[in-house]
Structure formats: structure tokens, C-alpha cells
């Protein structure tokens, strides 16, 4: 693939320009394994490691490279593997938390910019899904599309779209159906050339059947491509990044396709925009729509502004974002503690003047 095949965009070969004069190439990660990455290079791939530098320097898992990153590689030998020496800036990035003791984040997919929500329109289908997964694409800076899958299955699609139109506020809404290949054209516009996609939604919805249909084939011939490595060996190679016919790069990772926890604050924000403003009118500045007196929101669902199904569904996820933060703030003083005591070891090592 050539670089704008891979969604290189003149923003790309802005940024990219002072690593070019240091004789680094620009590459797409393809794919994360561990500390090594499958990198695209213009009509080129290879591994590429990460350099002990960059691991020691990392903050987080923010700072190391992730499946869709554009990065600047050095490749002095075409025998041996690339070196990642730098990583452009995001447009986007979608993480989640993993479930465990710790809270650490766990970096899914870099640079995405049009994410399709698939719900499926069977009896699975849940606003209150939707609306989480708004939330989380708005929290990583990608361009959400909701699509409603299984428009044959649906019992009343008329009430299922008017539900979704009341919670999307202005992101664009399709119904389709995979199986029959129906609305599948609406989304076309979406991929073209340059533009980064990927597939959010429950185990279900028919993911994998949309994406079928976007690939033109079976993905899986085109996810598992059998290669001549460098010694000539057979080799299996697996794809992440997949180019689609519009031009457009599809981002299909197995943790993308699970994506299902996720921390957003400030997209929490934008999907609940009309919570947010009605709480605007609360007495309280940190009014929890609970017990308080004087509460706006409260007042708006006793007089039928707003559903009470929505009311409960931002305080859920309030409450599980207060739990996340207070993870995260333990988290952060532990790490504070270690770079603390990785100063004052470098401080020792210091060579005395004399
Ligand atoms: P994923 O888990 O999201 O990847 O979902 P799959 O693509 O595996 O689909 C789950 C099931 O739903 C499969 O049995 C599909 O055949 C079925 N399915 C997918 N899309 C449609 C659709 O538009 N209509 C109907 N009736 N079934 C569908
Ligand atoms: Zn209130």
C-alpha cells in the first residue's frame, strides 16, 4: 500500500516533515505484539522494536506505540527489524481499563476517525448501550456513526429509530441489514480515501458480517495472508489494518471488536448534553440529581422534560466514573512514588564535580 492508502493526509506530512530531515521514515502500525509491532511502510513492511529510550521514558501506556499510531521508524537494514524512534500525535485514541487489582489503561487503537456503533435491532437492542458507546467515542476524539443493524428483525423500527434520534443528538443514524446486504451503500461515503475506521459494539450485533460486507469478501481471507517471509518460509501474517474498496482503512483489532468497558469524562458530557444543561439550574454546583434540594433535572423528570430511564442511566455512569477516578488517583501516587526513587537513584549515579 502506498502512504495515502495507508490514511496518510497532509496533516500526516506536516508533522511528519523534521523527522524526514533526520532521515526516519514514516510508517502505520499494523499491528501491537507486546514490545514488537508489524509496521506498513510506503509499499514496504516490517517488524519494528520499540528502543529501550522510549520504553524507560514512558509516563504510561499513552507514550508507546498502538495499533493505527503513525510513527517515524529508522530501517538502516532491510535484513533486520525497524526501530520505532518517535510517535506523530494522535487525532484519536480509544482505551480501556483493565480489570484487575490495578487499574492500568490499555491503548485499543490510535487515529481512528469515523467509528460506526453497531446495534443490532433484535431483542438485543438497548438505548442505554448506545448511549455508552457515544460516550466512549466522543471521550477518544473519533467521528461517531451510529448504525442500526438487523433492520430485518426489527419488531417497531420506526420506535427504535425515534429512541435512537432522541439520545444521538446530531450524529448521523443508518439502518441497514447486514445479512441482506440492505442500507449498506449509506455508509460508502464514509470510506473514502484517507479516512480511518473501525467497528464498535457488542459481541452480536453482526460486526463481522458488516465488516464481510465492507471488505467485498470473507475477512478472514484477507485477516490471515499466507507470505513468503525474507528465507522464503511460508508464513502466516496477521492484518489489523485493512484496506477497504472506497480507500478507507478499516482498524479491526480483537480488542477493538470487544471494546466494551470504557472511562470518559468529558464524553460523558457531550452524550448527556441535555442532563448537563438542565443540571446547570441546580442549586448545588455538585448536585448528584439524588436527594438535593432545589435540583433542576429532578424537577425536569417529575414534569416529563426528561426520561427517567436517562436520568438513571447518567447517574450509573457517574458513579462508575467516580470509582474509576479514585482507582486512577491511587494509581498516580504510586507512580509518582517510583519516578521519585528513579530520580533520586539517577541523582547518585551522577559523576561528583571536582
Ligand atoms: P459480531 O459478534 O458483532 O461480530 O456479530 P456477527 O457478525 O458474528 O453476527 C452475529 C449473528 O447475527 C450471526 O448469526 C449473523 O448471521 C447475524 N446477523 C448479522 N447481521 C444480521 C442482520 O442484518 N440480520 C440478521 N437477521 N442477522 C444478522
Ligand atoms: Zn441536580
Avoid at 495515502?4 to 502505520?28: H, I, K, M, S, V
Avoid at 433535572?297 to 427517567?308: C, F, I, M
Wanted: aromatic share 6%; net charge neutral.
Amino acid at each position: 500500500m502506498n502512504l495515502p492508502e495507508l490514511g496518510w493526509t497532509e496533516r500526516e506530512r506536516q508533522l511528519f516533515e523534521p523527522y524526514r530531515a533526520e532521515g526516519l521514515l514514516p510508517a502505520r502500525v499494523a499491528v501491537a505484539y507486546g514490545a514488537t509491532f508489524r509496521v506498513y511502510l510506503e509499499d514496504e513492511e516490517t517488524l519494528a522494536d520499540v528502543p529501550g529510550r522510549m520504553r524507560h521514558e514512558a509516563q504510561s501506556r499513552r507514550d508507546l506505540p498502538a495499533v493505527g499510531d503513525w510513527v517515524a521508524v529508522q530501517w538502516p537494514s532491510r535484513q533486520e527489524r525497524a526501530t520505532i524512534q518517535h510517535i506523530l500525535p494522535r487525532t484519536s485514541l480509544f482505551s480501556r481499563k483493565v480489570a484487575g487489582q490495578e487499574t492500568t489503561e490499555q491503548i485499543l487503537a490510535a487515529n481512528v476517525n469515523v467509528a460506526f456503533l453497531v446495534a443490532g435491532l433484535d431483542r438485543d437492542f438497548s438505548i442505554r448501550r448506545l448511549e455508552r458507546y457515544l460516550a466512549m467515542t466522543w471521550e477518544s476524539g473519533a467521528r461517531p456513526v451510529i448504525v442500526l443493524n438487523k433492520a430485518d428483525l426489527a419488531d417497531d423500527l420506526e420506535t427504535c429509530r425515534a429512541e435512537v434520534a432522541g439520545i444521538a443528538g446530531g450524529v448521523p443514524v443508518h439502518t441497514i441489514s447486514s445479512k441482506l446486504g440492505s442500507g449498506i451503500e449509506e455508509l460508502f461515503p464514509y470510506l473514502q480515501l484517507g479516512t480511518t475506521v473501525a467497528l464498535l459494539g457488542s459481541s452480536g450485533v453482526g460486526k463481522s458480517t458488516l465488516i464481510n460486507r465492507l471488505v467485498g469478501q470473507e475477512r478472514q481471507l484477507t485477516r490471515d495472508v499466507r507470505e513468503k517471509d525474507s528465507r522464503g518460509r511460508h508464513t502466516t501474517t496477521h492484518r489489523e489494518l485493512v484496506p477497504l474498496p472506497g480507500g478507507a482503512l478499516l482498524i479491526d483489532t480483537p480488542g477493538m471488536r470487544e471494546l466494551q468497558l470504557w472511562t470518559a469524562d468529558e464524553g460523558v458530557k457531550e452524550a448527556f448534553d441535555d442532563v448537563a444543561a438542565l443540571a446547570e439550574g441546580c442549586y448545588f454546583r455538585d448536585c448528584a440529581h439524588d436527594t438535593e434540594p432545589k435540583c433542576a433535572v429532578k424537577a425536569a423528570v417529575e414534569d416529563g422534560r426528561l426520561a427517567p430511564d436517562r436520568l438513571e442511566s447518567y447517574r450509573k455512569i457517574q458513579a462508575e466514573l467516580r470509582h474509576l477516578a479514585t482507582r486512577q488517583d491511587a494509581l498516580a501516587q504510586q507512580t509518582e512514588k517510583k519516578q521519585t526513587r528513579t530520580v533520586h537513584r539517577a541523582v547518585r549515579r551522577m559523576p561528583s564535580k571536582r
